[in-house]
């Protein structure tokens, strides 16, 4: 059986148990039998997508994919819910919203309650929501096209969240210097640590941090 994943989820299945597989960022290009990658991948193997936008979509991908590797017979043991904290804290010297209990974590919740925010990517949607935003009913089209948000003139929010990669093209379509919001840039795929929790860690503290 031979495994192949994707850059981005390498760390993942790393994690997860899993020491011998491939990595390509198209799977269907490699020799393989099963792929691991992210949810809005497609390949033409059999395969198990995953979320790792969130620390909670992490934790549970880490458990999902080592579920799919001891049901192949590919791990000795799936890992569960205390070996994925113990990979967590290992993050104790290079994280804080990471390691965030549950009730911390509510009270940052709390504090953004009454904030909407527009955004212009749907895996900082998923952060954007995490830490209790409304986020506004916004679709950013990336073929360009503007029908699908002629409505959205009036659209009232506190900020606008955007990758970097769309810089170029959020500036055609937004007054970024305007004083009835607040523009907040994040770090893409590139610029950024290639470590799942190192990398969601500087999303999230960029976005709390701005919209404190």
């Not at 999902?64 to 590919?74: G, H, I, P, Q, Y």
């Not at 009913?137 to 955007?162: I, P, R």
């Not at 970097?164 to 610029?191: G, Q």
Request: glycine share 4%.
């Amino acid at each position: 059986m031979i495994v192949v994943t994707t850059p981005m989820c390498r760390q993942i299945v790393e994690w997860a148990g899993l020491n011998d597989f491939k990595v390509n960022r198209f799977p269907d290009e490699e020799e393989g039998d099963f792929a691991i990658l992210l949810s809005e991948s497609k390949v033409k193997m059999d395969s198990v997508a995953i979320k790792i936008n969130t620390f909670s979509q992490i934790k549970e991908s880490i458990k999902t994919v080592s579920k799919a590797l001891f049901e192949m017979s590919l791990i000795e043991e799936a890992i569960g819910d205390e070996k994925v904290e113990t990979i967590f804290n290992g993050y104790k010297d290079d994280a804080e919203y990471a390691l965030l209990d549950e009730e911390e974590f509510n009270k940052i919740r709390e504090s953004n309650k009454n904030k909407k925010v527009k955004v212009y990517s749907e895996f900082l949607k998923d952060i954007v929501s995490d830490i209790g935003a409304d986020v506004t009913d916004f679709t950013y089209d990336k073929n360009g096209n503007y029908e699908d948000n002629a409505n959205d003139l009036g659209m009232d929010f506190d900020h606008l969240v955007y990758p970097d990669y769309l810089e170029e093209e959020v500036l055609k379509r937004e007054n970024l210097e305007s004083n009835e919001f607040k523009a907040i840039k994040i770090l893409s795929h590139n610029n950024i640590s290639k470590d799942p929790i190192l990398k969601a860690e500087s999303r999230y503290g960029a976005l709390i941090e701005a919209m404190s």
